[in-house]
């Protein structure tokens, strides 16, 4: 009897379909938008760029920002895009407008990571102030500051419906706290030695990827406090590299790495199955598409540019 029905997909690899040339400076950050139509890249050069993902052309330029921007987050009706800068505050930013409706203001040290919740009514950002903040939408007010951790930091995450937050810093812990709150609720990993560079829930809310600059990635199941999975090959020890899922297709994990490479690796089974090469410097942020087999990369300072990946 033939297995083939039975037998996984064969996997079909990623190539590259453009080279964006638009910063200036090193990408801190790419993202797609939630319905996808977009994605927006954030730079050093002080700027956030949108683009059309049907065109791969630049929509609108996001200036006003006075130092350099180490991350970005969409909002769920994919409208808004909050920034966060060295410049110690966060902006809200109309996408397709490119009009800044609102600046955070609270931080006294580079906001370096941020979110919005799932309702897009709350905002969490990270900084080297060590201190998490949660910020109300609507009025632009900071309605928590938790003094969270004892070095920068590095990741923030709001888990599926909004009730958890999870924190990564340089301090090498990763902590989980209650939204409404701003109160700890487990300290999932307290190292001391390896800075936690990176820390998202899973799509389905159950688990946390981890990254750790000891070149590991982690999926942990955080209720049981263990973790589940270990995804290795790629280079970090330096960088706070952001992976994503990727859920259009096959699930995977992807990573940017510091040999200047992009790393798919089956979530399950945890092998390698791609490595995609092209950019000329150390690759921090990688974006996938909700729903098309679609990945954007980008590259520090001796790079700077976007390169969108599709399967087929």
């Known amino acids: 009897m033939a297995n083939s029905a039975n037998s996984a997909p064969t996997y079909q690899p990623y190539g590259l379909k453009k080279v964006i040339t638009s910063h200036t400076a090193a990408i801190s950050s790419v993202k797609f938008s939630n319905n996808g139509a977009l994605f927006a890249s954030a730079s050093l050069d002080k700027t956030l760029i ?8 630049q929509i609108s330029h996001l200036i006003g920002h006075s130092d350099g921007v180490s991350d970005l987050a969409w909002s769920s009706d994919s409208t808004y895009i909050c920034s966060a800068s060295d410049d110690r505050t966060l ?4 996408a397709r407008a490119a009009e800044c409706v609102k600046t955070l203001k609270g931080h006294t040290h580079f906001v370096f990571c941020v979110n919005f919740n799932p309702q897009s009514n709350f905002i969490v950002s990270g900084s080297f102030d060590e201190t998490v903040r949660i910020w ?6 900071c309605v928590h500051v938790i003094r969270a951790h004892t070095l920068p930091v590095m990741s923030v995450h709001f888990n599926r419906d909004g009730s958890l937050i999870v924190s990564g810093s340089r301090d090498g812990s990763c902590k989980i706290w209650d939204a409404a709150s701003g109160t700890l609720l487990k300290t999932l990993i307290d190292d001391k030695v390896t800075a936690v560079s990176f820390a998202k829930f899973s799509p389905n809310g ?24 270990i995804y290795t090959g790629h280079v970090n020890r330096v960088y706070c590299i952001t ?5 259009s297709g096959e699930k995977y994990i992807v990573s940017g790495s510091e040999d200047k490479c992009v790393y798919l690796w089956d979530l399950q089974g945890k092998n390698l199955v791609q490595k995609l090469e092209g950019h000329t410097d150390t690759v921090v942020c990688v974006t996938c598409h909700p729903t098309e087999n679609m990945i954007v990369s980008a590259g520090l300072h001796n790079d700077r540019t976007l390169r969108v990946w599709v399967q087929g």
């Open 91 to 94: 902006r809200i930013w109309d």
């Open 206 to 229: 159950k688990f946390i990827l981890v990254g750790t600059l000891d070149d590991t990635l982690k999926l942990w199941n955080y209720s049981a406090g263990k973790f589940l999975k």
């Open 50 to 57: 949108v683009y059309s993902t049907e065109t791969l052309t």
């Open 243 to 247: 992976p994503t899922f990727s859920v």
């Open 136 to 141: 109300d939408v609507k009025t632009g007010k």
